[in-house]
């Protein structure tokens, strides 16, 4: 399959080259998607697929930000078991070592991707990590976090109501907690030893690695039951976080401070959103997205003060179907990554 960008017809050959969108067409439903953090590897990005067969397959494709062009590299993808939930590339601003790539499904994998010299590109996978410390077998992986803040840290959330923090470099578990009630499905950090979990049983909990035995409900679902699907903590402002809820058009923005009652709720979609992304350059911007195909940015900086109708988007792109992965590039602020179908879209934001 190939790739193509959206330039204006009319401009120059240096007009198309800088085009506002650009379009990758994967063989395949795209299931997850993230950015690589590397300076060095700015236009970099993992997407893996939805198939019901085995093998499934994660692709490492880069935008050639002269020509506009999205392309594969084959010499650094390869075959996943079952279709990843979350793709994470780890930390590495100093781009000292080979990329390393984190991906979630039956067990944690991490990948160490191999390139620097093309004589030997190559991916092999570094440690296959299992919560389940009684089997063979874990129950499946809903997503994963790493903590910027410690490097060593991943937690991970699973359906089988836990959340478990692994220390990466010696590959043991630091830290096992029965989180919540029901299947937990996604899982942040906030800052050193601090994260929070969204569930099944519609609850917004934090903890903190010091009081291992306790933890704070930050908002609970208003229907009683009614599943949290996915979270996103600011990391800029650490103080406020959103969440989603199943099914709903709805998103909601919480201030830690002030537990139980959202600061602001988002509601200009038309149907059931996906995904959420805070920009990684500022503390007031969120990205939205969901079913009625829409990517959404929100500036956040007048929450808490009442808007007559509420809070309208001030930026808005269409996309060709319901978008069900978004991701805002930290090494690339300017840039949002969104995929619907077996469509990859960059949008310059």
Known sequence: MGASSDPNQDGSDEQQRRSEIYTYEAPWHIYAMNWSVRKDKKYRLAIASLLEQFPNRVEIVQLDDYTGEIRSDSAISFDHPYPPTKLIFVPDKDCQRPDLLASSSDFLRLWQISDSD?????????????????????????????????PRRIGTSSIDTTCTIWDIEKEVVDTQLIAHDKEVYDIAWGGVGVFASVSADGSVRVFDLRDKEHSTIIYESSEPDTPLVRLGWNKQDPRYMATIIMDSSKVVVLDIRFPTLPVVELQRHQAGVNAIAWAPHSSCHICTAGDDSQALIWDLSSMGQPVEGGLDPILAYTAGAEIEQLQWSSSQPDWVAIAFSNKLQILRV
């Open 118 to 150: 093309s004589s030997s590109r190559r991916v092999e996978l570094k440690c296959l990590l299992n919560n389940n410390r009684n089997s063979e077998f874990s129950g499946p992986l809903t997503s994963f976090d790493w903590n910027e803040a410690e």
